[in-house]
């Protein structure tokens, strides 16, 4: 692989003033994953049609864009460096300030300016409209707390932290899943007795249901190891009434399945799957009002925070016995065209932890689905095994 060559960094800041202020996050701003995500895209040379310079253009739209996405602009109190740096092109987005669905809306933005074109969506910039500055509204029926993101995970069996874990060394691997293999999994999971004749099992969870098993089998857990998989839901559609198009900032949580290895690796697919299924058919308004409440009256967030539990003995959630799968199958993540041609290849440009899984729609094949996830170096050949071998 050739090496990545810095030829010059530029500060860029929007092109007319912007409000100046403080900009309040909301609390699901404040929990997870809020480090920064790296993602990649490779362009071949401009076309003989554009006659523009590529760094002055990426210079330029991104000032002009950066007047409606000002937030982005900003400095977060806690971090000396801006929200975005983009370079040949990289961008490094602060998952503090936004989720991927408003990270993509601002590089789909960029893309229109960049081309001469008018901005399609405006942000939707308030964010007290997910914020727990008031009571918590009355519901019709006494809420249930059942956020199970907020407990302990648990730990391998005889341990009482996961840092021995963390330790180890980890690798990364781009897993290829056709249309015809996802459609053979989903044929298993939804023939099972746990799956719903009325719905059916989406693509998303029969092949998280597929990782989870084949991760607890490439692990070598005992049947009792308990093991949790973090599965992070877009709120946007679930609130009532639904969020504002465009609405700029983190509307995604996280929500647990848990089982133990034993449980999953006996049953069918359609167990796993129907693991997952319910978890996120637990996400409503109510289940996302009650969770802001709960962090709401927390004096303090940093244990909720991935960046913060590196260091402590409590976290990440991620790690042996545990992963996330998050999904970017309903990202509008490719085509992104600055004036000289859409992307050659995009993705995502790093993953640290152990069992840090994301699924994205292949870009070439339609149908076809890319597993990009990281391992233990000691578990990844068992479970590239497995994750074939068991379709």
Known sequence: MAPIIFRKCYTIVPAEPTWTGRFPLAEWDQVGTITHIPTLYFYDKPSKSFHGNVVETLKNSLSRVLVHFYPMAGRLRWAPAGAVRAGILSVNVSHAIVDGQSALH????????????????????????????????????????????????????????????????TIVAMLKLSKAQIEKLKSKANSSEHADP???????????????????????????????????????????????????????????????????????????????????????????????????NQEDLKKFQDLHALGSTEGPFYGNPNLGLVSWLTLPMYGLDFGWGKELYTGPGTHDFDGDSLILPDQNEDGSVILATCLQVAHMEAFKKYFYEDI
């Open 198 to 296: 009325a719905r059916g099992f989406t693509r998303y969870e029969t092949v998280t249901g597929h990782v989870w098993r084949c991760a607890c089998k490439a692990r070598g857990h005992s049947p009792e190891q308990p093991t949790a998989l973090g599965i992070c839901i877009d709120t946007r559609s679930r609130m009532q009434p639904p969020l504002p198009r465009g609405y700029f900032g983190n509307a995604t949580l996280d929500v647990v399945a848990a089982s133990t290895s034993g449980e999953l690796i006996s049953n069918e697919l359609g167990f796993a799957t129907g693991k997952i299924s319910k978890a996120i058919k637990n996400v409503t308004h109510e289940y996302v009002m009650i969770g802001i409440e709960y962090l709401k």
């Open 106 to 169: 601002l590089m789909s933005e960029w893309g229109r300016i960049a081309r001469g074109e008018p901005l399609e969506t405006v942000p939707f910039l308030d964010r007290k409209i997910l914020w727990a500055g008031e009571p918590l509204p009355p519901f019709e029926s006494p809420p249930q707390f059942n956020h199970k993101e907020f407990d302990q995970p648990p730990f391998l069996i005889g341990e009482t932290d996961n840092v021995e874990e963390r330790k180890k060394k």
